[in-house]
Nanobody, 114 residues
Framework: VQLVESGGGLVQAGGSLRLSCVAS????????MGWYRQAPGKQRELVASIIGGDDTNYADSVKGRFTISRDSAKNAVYLQMNSLKAEDTAIYYC?????????WGQGTQVTVSS
């Protein structure tokens, strides 16, 4: 399975972005998936996860602002990010929720200016 993330960019605080993760290959659609982020000098952290079609969970830091969803027909997982803050600045990745992870994609850079 190969993962390709897109949709990042530069946005002002309070703005919104929608990230997409498209998977190629077979065997991924039944996996619980997550969006992760890694800020400079920090460890990668899980910010949102989805199990099945609608069982979602969020890190406290993004709860109420981010929404994860998936479209299995399109082999895609999405992350809608609203009310963005400077501390959301990071490279965002998608992957399985648990090990063993798929190969990590290149991620998509999100930069929020304050």
């Amino acid at each position: 399975v190969q993962l390709v993330e897109s949709g990042g960019g530069l946005v002002q605080a309070g703005g919104s972005l929608r990230l997409s993760c498209v998977a190629s290959g077979s065997g991924w659609s039944r996996n619980a998936m997550g969006w992760y982020r890694q800020a400079p000098g920090k460890q990668r952290e899980l910010v949102a996860s989805i199990i099945g079609g609608d069982d979602t969970n969020y890190a406290d830091s993004v709860k109420g602002r981010f929404t994860i969803s998936r479209d299995s027909a399109k082999n895609a997982v999405y992350l809608q990010m609203n009310s963005l803050k400077a501390e959301d600045t990071a490279i965002y990745y998608c992957n399985r929720l648990s090990v063993p992870f798929f190969s990590w994609g290149q991620g998509t850079q999100v930069t929020v200016s304050s």
